[in-house]
């Protein structure tokens, strides 16, 4: 046992450190500093940065521009990019939907989306949840029928995220309705600008335009469009879900903040001293510290354990990082609005190009909406409820 | 020790919770906020119509005497329809310092117009470093002929965009933090060398940033020892808060219930789940305690011991930050996503609840300056 | 509404402060402060003043020994008792089998039992909770089998409380086996003399001694101890459990408590100053502070709904009290467990009559033993998880 | 970075849970505690032939040379046997005070007999009213002849009742609290002047009050700077006390489970119940994130860099402190009643758990340290 990195690891987060802060432009990691809304543009240009790198993709088969990393590698890449906060690549291209279509699509699919999702050519979104299906993933509803060479798509998909900037969004549909519920469900690729589909926003309560609902209405895809075999979506559903699930304890960008907040509070007087020089400031960053560190050796633990997994079987373990490192998130933005204290009460835009002076200290303007938006990091990509049973279920057989 | 209310109570709880349910559903204040400055002017004429603004003034002014349960029954109301009108700032805060601090003739000319809506008042205490220490002030008045004139910044001055006269609290003397030099001013909406940058608060209310620039300014009562003044009015305005507070919580509280029992998840409503039923459960611990400790501050609003008033008030809004912490987050943990949208109801509260604990000290302040006063319990050992 | 006392109620708690502090010597005060074990005869002792005056059953109708006392006054007389470290009474006899008695027993059972009762004369213990049937216990399996004026009862109760003091004990049994599970079952009083009946004791983890075990062979009952009708002992038993449950929180021994953890902590230095003067420690102390006077405004609001409520019928409020009552004790008992610091460590005796002289400070000896003892009040008389379920379905409507 | 056990760490781990399988069922324990001294000296020897008295010893006093890795493998196994041998003050404490502090004869004269369990240790460093702070010392050594005699009264001597020489830290100079002026003395058992008070402590180990009147010493090294010592041998003595901590927060986890699994309440398995299914999760969580912070304590336990040593070691202590509180809490409530008797076995892992914490400093006492200490992450701008 030995829990120290490797001189090869060590030289190999170095080189990841120097990259992500040299080749990604201050800019950019600015607004995700900051917890601002990044444009499609800027989204673009960023994994493009690291698709040239070979970067966007490390995670995916070597012959379609994956890295081979050791997991080691694979936990020092993401903590460093989230630790530099680089803007994180479009996730249901890079974690979702890359890894389906190499794993289980056509050739043909392989070819003609693959390279395009690694670039972000297309940007993709995802069409899980609906309205009566949130938890119970597996009673959605909209149906897709077979027709000669097509299948004809109606429903409604909703918390679709980033929807209004996805060129693509794969699917989960209903292909046999007499079927138990997980056994008549397809995955299939569709093309946002098929005739029929509407997007409308839904409007989060941080002010954001983060997710949307996705209207199906006599939709037309090619079968072509099927990924894998008819009626055997929910299985690579279950893939997609278990694949890529260390970096969702987001323990780097939780460093980043935590660092941050550090020096915002070295910089707010409170009385004549700084807010850092507080006491009890102090040892409620402590607390959120040391669960952090340990949150980071857990998950050290749980990538250690990645040689010997099965790929794209979920690992129970990685519903322990969710749910600690939701929490962990979640507390972090409840010290910023600490640090901001009554200039979190004035209600700032999060646009870019306002003329405006900011109201208070320049970092207040996002502490209300960060606390409002991280809410959702206990509910999506199944709840904090939903992980307890499933730990409740595989890791204690409750 | 009776908690029943007086007949006259009754009366007025009932026609305040009429005028929010008349006047405030959800889809007439969503409509209200999209006006300019965010509210319906109508409904300010409506509340006074109904005596609310003059209710705890005296009855001299117009007013109706009315004490802090009264103004409990009020701002509970105010809380669970998430009422957007500036009655904290312009009658509890502005109507208490005028008359408190102000002498005769300024109570003449103020009072009676703020009770009958012809005038909006706001207190302009906070400042770009102060946070929740209402003695830490900067802003310098300095004597000119028989008035004064301002110099400094005021920030999230609540009700500030729209408030007629401006109550400015300005250093005659003594250094940032000292409790001595203080002064209350009046200040004019429209007064030479005043800016004002009015803006939407997170929840929806409103506020602005003012500088002051050779300012003219008239005196609240004599300058230099307002500090005193100051807490006891922001005591009973935080206790009026508290009391809001235990109306957002209890909506809250109903809206989850409601969705449990109606939203249906792998073949059941969702409230049939236990592990969901306990959370619900420990949100009403939370609320009940909540209540308690605004009843608690509604009963030491008026203590005339301020060393008292501030343990109980620093307890109360301690208790009500952290109840309306968790309830609020687990309200939008129980609804899941449609809880974090704007087009659900709950999120609105959630966010009014966040403010108010930003208001006056959240909860850890007030923890930290109840730890640091004593006991809130006296010595049971001091009789017999 | 006018949430001050009338001058009639202060009058009265002073009344009530007075009578406790003089008339109940102080070394059963302190042996309760100090959170040590009260012998039979001390908790005889105390009871018997209480009663000399009127004051051990003030909840009892007037006829047998009650007051009539308004439940401010109730309230009044609890908070001040406990303050003062008074030796509870019996609450088997005083809050439990007397006012059963009293309802449903018959003339010759409240002339034969109640005075007795009242004056500590016969001493009751509880025969409720089996090895089966804990938060279940309508559960309940010991047999009470009729044979011609008499009951033969077998089985097995456990967590009986201070069985090895009683004199009688109150059992439900059960006298229909084929009925349904509530409604087979019977209230019955049994002579603790009488052969066939054996107590174990349960040695608890803080060392003491408080709850046993009771076995019950062939043990003949007069059927004249029957209390009310066959079969409808599970009315009487829910009686008894929402019966005098204001008092449940325990507000006013916390109040003493905190105070006594507040004057230790002024004595007991850390480095150079006195416990009480570091910032952590008051702001814990303040934090269970403003809960437990919260919970006493929680209480009064339910003595407040007193008057219009139902005698007997559960108030599913007095669930809240429970609950956060029982955490609040529990908080307390980590406090005193801080003050202590590595002086809790040692294991001293809990018994009187000790020649050797304390381990450290005096206080310590109770500290690890009374924070051992306390998670008992989550789990006895109803656990935080029942009181949950109470609250969610007789409150919530879930 | 590698997780993975060597060969002969996993025969160590594999000898010492069938040691603790054999010899520590809760009987058998049951019956160590009812001997004279609450232990069976017969597992001492036993110990002493499994090496593990002199493992983390060098080799040329007989040991083993184990390192961090080593300690965590044998104390998270008694941690689970609630093994009742004092080998924390004996050889992680005495042992590693006499080699980090010893001259070459002092550590042959003892060592070896260590080692061979022929000789057991002691650290006597806690006085009445020194609570966590090591150099909170007012035992005086003076210097006598050759040697010192000392005069003070130390408290709570982990294993102190039956240990044949005891570790004393005293003052040379400096007041009370002073980092510089302490020194470490060897004190035989038997030497005059020295009363011992042995008393059976709250989990069933043992510990000794001590007084010291004119008691003859032996300097362990050189006396007047023991304090980095001290604090070294200490953290890596938290390290191990971690290790143990996680063997007795599994062993508590798995017997709830156990419960929930088999006690049948409504007609029905309790673990069937969502709330407590989810009450069960949050343990794991905790037991999770304890068992990663005694990793992070064994790999920074000798860490020659004394500040962030102890940061790391604040760090895990707290989290341990406060993931054991939690288990143990949760542990005895899901049992109910049945947790509360000496009879079954949770309840003595509840109470071992909180001597841990109560051992060199609580969570709070830790958490408050690290506040005052720093960040435990190094800033990643430092590179590029």
């Known amino acids: 046992m030995d829990l120290n990195f490797t001189p090869e690891e060590l030289a190999f987060r170095d080189e990841a450190r120097h990259f992500f802060r040299t080749a990604i432009p201050e800019a950019l990691r600015a607004k995700v500093r900051e917890g601002r809304s990044l444009t499609k543009e800027e989204i673009v240009a960023s994994q493009r940065i690291l698709n040239a790198r070979g970067w966007a993709t490390p995670n995916w088969p070597r012959a379609w521009g994956g890295q081979d990393w050791s997991p080691v590698q694979v936990y020092l890449y993401q903590d460093e990019m989230q630790r530099a906060f680089v803007p994180p690549t479009i996730s249901f291209n890079t974690t979702m939907v890359g890894p389906v279509i190499a794993e289980f699509g056509s050739d043909a699919q392989k070819t003609r989306f693959l390279p395009r999702a690694a670039n972000a ?42 929807a209004q900037y996805a060129d693509w969004i794969f ?96 910089q707010e007087i409170v009385g ?22 340990a949150l980071e050796m ?69 502490a209300a909406p960060g606390y409002f938006n991280f809410r959702k990091v206990s509910i999506y990509g199944g709840s904090n409820e939903i992980q307890r049973n499933i730990i409740a279920k595989a890791i204690l057989g409750l | 020790m009776d908690f029943d209310l007086t007949d006259e109570q009754r009366l007025l709880k009932d026609s305040v919770e009429r005028m929010v349910a008349d006047r405030y559903g959800f889809e ?18 409506q509340c006074a119509e109904l005596g609310l603004l003059g209710l705890p003034l005296a009855e001299e002014y117009g007013g109706f005497g009315g004490g802090p349960v009264e103004t409990m029954l009020v701002m509970e109301a105010f809380g669970r329809g998430l009422v957007l009108e500036p009655y904290l700032p ?14 005769a003739a300024q109570k003449r000319a103020i009072l009676p117009a703020l009770a009958a809506g012809r005038m909006q008042l706001a207190f302009a205490h906070l400042e770009r470093r102060s946070r929740y220490d209402l003695a830490d002030i900067t802003t310098i008045a300095r004597a000119d002929g028989a008035g004064f004139v301002l110099d400094g910044a005021k920030g999230v001055v609540l009700g500030g965009d729209t408030a007629d006269t401006l109550i400015v609290s300005a250093r005659i003397g003594g250094a940032r933090c000292d409790a001595d030099g203080i002064g209350l001013f009046l200040v004019a909406a429209d007064a030479p060398g005043l800016t004002r940058r009015g803006y939407a608060t997170q929840d929806g209310l409103r506020a602005a940033e003012l500088t002051l620039a050779g300012t003219p300014a008239t005196a609240l009562g004599a300058p ?7 807490r006891r009015i922001v005591d009973r305005a935080m206790a009026a808060l508290c009391a809001e507070a235990v109306g957002v919580m209890a909506a809250m509280h109903e809206t989850t219930l409601e969705y449990l029992k109606t939203r249906k998840q ?28 605004a009843l608690f501050a509604t009963v030491m609003a008026e203590s005339d011991d301020p060393a008292e008033r501030g343990r109980a008030m620093a307890a109360a809004k301690a208790q009500i930050g952290r109840s309306g912490r968790h309830i609020g987050q687990e309200a939008i943990q129980l609804h899941g996503g449609i809880g974090m949208t704007m087009e659900y109801k709950v999120g609105h509260y959630f966010k009014r609840m966040t403010m108010i604990d930003q208001c006056f000290g959240d909860a850890d302040t007030h923890l930290a300056q109840l730890a640091d006063a004593g006991s809130l319990f006296e010595a049971a050992e001091a009789t017999g």
């Not at chain 1, 949130?134 to 409604?156: H, I, K, P």
């Not at chain 1, 609005?337 to 200290?361: F, H, K, M, R, W």
């Open chain 2, 266 to 293: 792998f073949g059941r409503a969702i409230g049939e789940f236990q592990a969901l039923q306990h959370r619900a459960v420990d949100m009403l611990v939370a609320l009940e305690q909540a209540r308690s400790m």
């Open chain 2, 90 to 103: 312009s009658v509890i805060l502005g109507g208490g310092l005028v008359a408190a601090a102000g002498d």
């Open chain 2, 28 to 45: 007439q204040r969503r409509a209200y906020l999209a006006l300019p400055g965010g509210r319906d002017p109508a409904l300010w004429a």
């Open chain 2, 224 to 230: 230099g020892g307002a500090l005193g003044v100051m």
């Open chain 1, 121 to 162: 050519d297309d940007f993709w979104c995802q069409g899980f949840s609906e309205p009566g299906s949130g938890s119970d993933l597996a009673s959605l509803r909209t149906r897709a029928e077979r027709r000669g060479d097509t299948y004809v798509v109606n429903g409604q998909k909703i918390w679709t995220t980033l």
């Open chain 1, 272 to 293: 004549d001293r700084p807010l850092i020089e507080d006491r009890r400031f102090r040892e409620k960053l402590a607390a959120v510290e040391i669960e952090l560190k």
């Open chain 1, 171 to 266: 699917c989960l549909v209903r292909t046999n309705p007499t079927a138990k519920k997980q056994e008549g469900i397809s995955f299939l690729l569709i093309d946002m600008k098929t005739p029929g589909i509407t997007v409308r926003p839904i409007v989060t309560i941080d002010g954001g335009r983060e997710v949307n609902e996705v209207f199906f209405d006599e939709v037309v895809v090619p079968a072509e469009n099927l990924v894998g075999q008819e009626n055997k979506g929910w299985d690579y559903a279950k893939f997609l879900l278990g694949n890529e699930r260390t970096g969702i304890a987001r323990v780097g960008m939780s460093k980043a903040r935590i660092a941050r907040i550090r020096a915002l509070a070295a």
């Open chain 1, 298 to 366: 857990t998950q050290l633990r749980v990538v250690a354990e990645e040689r010997n997994r099965v790929r794209g079987k979920p690992n129970p373990a990685s519903s322990i990082l969710k749910l600690k490192g939701s929490w962990i998130q979640q507390q972090i933005t409840e010290l910023l609005l600490e640090v901001a204290g009554p200039y979190a009460i004035p209600a700032q835009g999060n646009e870019d190009g306002s003329n405006e002076p900011a109201i208070g200290p320049d970092f207040a303007a996002m």
